[in-house]
T-cell receptor, first 114, second 111 residues
Framework: DTGVSQNPRHKITKRGQNVTFRCDPISEHNRLYWYRQTLGQGPEFLTYFQNEAQLEKSRLLSDRFSAERPKGSFSTLEIQRTEQGDSAMYLC????????????FGPGTRLTVL | KQEVTQIPAALSVPEGENLVLNCSFTDSAIYNLQWFRQDPGKGLTSLLLIQSSQREQTSGRLNASLDKSSGRSTLYIAASQPGDSATYLCAVRTGGFKTIFGAGTRLFVKA
């Protein structure tokens, strides 16, 4: 197992277009998180899945954002009608439900909205 | 509302120096605190995780401490090396599943 993977690594789109990102967690991890990070800032929490259930969602996640994790495996994050303010690095992390619950991050998808 | 602050925002030190990075949080009701390293344009690498019941954790040249009552954590790096140059992020997990990050400390170790 090589860790958390994310695809694509880079995405350039025009304002108003829809984009979808994919995250493949570490195979035995049942917890999955999405974050957004802008330049010079720490990651901001977007949403959390335990298996296939979306249990927590930030108010940052507007109606244009939706995330899924069918069958509790990979997850997708879709942004509809993208805006320039959506330009950021989108990070995915996974963890195993244990007492330590260490989060392991993927390399991120960098989104640029023109 | 939980807020996490990291001081200093940037730090430049000569190779071999011992250094301390600081993290403070406003709400002591945390589940755990995690320190990460981030290289430019890359994802985050977990360094140390301290549970709310613990006072410190050590890994190699790194030592992290936690004082919940004062809302503080420190990351101590011994004998710094140029390869330690990166941004160091502190993250606090609340009682739910939300993790709040600080803005990070950008460290540059000069050879």
């Amino acid at each position: 197992d090589t860790g958390v993977s994310q695809n694509p690594r880079h995405k350039i789109t025009k304002r108003g277009q829809n984009v979808t990102f994919r995250c493949d967690p570490i195979s035995e991890h049942n917890r999955l998180y999405w974050y957004r990070q802008t330049l010079g800032q720490g990651p901001e929490f977007l949403t959390y899945f335990q298996n296939e259930a979306q249990l927590e969602k930030s108010r940052l996640l507007s109606d244009r954002f939706s995330a899924e994790r069918p069958k509790g495996s990979f997850s997708t994050l879709e942004i509809q009608r993208t805006e320039q303010g959506d330009s950021a690095m989108y990070l995915c992390a996974s963890s195993l439900e244990t007492s330590t619950d260490t989060q392991y991050f993927g390399p991120g998808t960098r989104l640029t909205v023109l | 509302k939980q807020e996490v602050t990291q001081i200093p925002a940037a730090l430049s030190v000569p190779e071999g120096e011992n250094l301390v990075l600081n993290c403070s949080f406003t709400d002591s009701a945390i589940y755990n605190l995690q320190w990460f390293r981030q290289d430019p344009g890359k994802g985050l690498t977990s360094l140390l995780l301290i549970q709310s019941s613990q006072r410190e954790q050590t890994s190699g040249r790194l030592n992290a401490s936690l004082d919940k009552s004062s809302g503080r954590s420190t990351l101590y790096i011994a004998a710094s090396q140029p390869g330690d140059s990166a941004t160091y992020l502190c993250a606090v997990r609340t009682g739910g599943f939300k993790t709040i990050f600080g803005a990070g400390t950008r460290l540059f170790v000069k050879a």
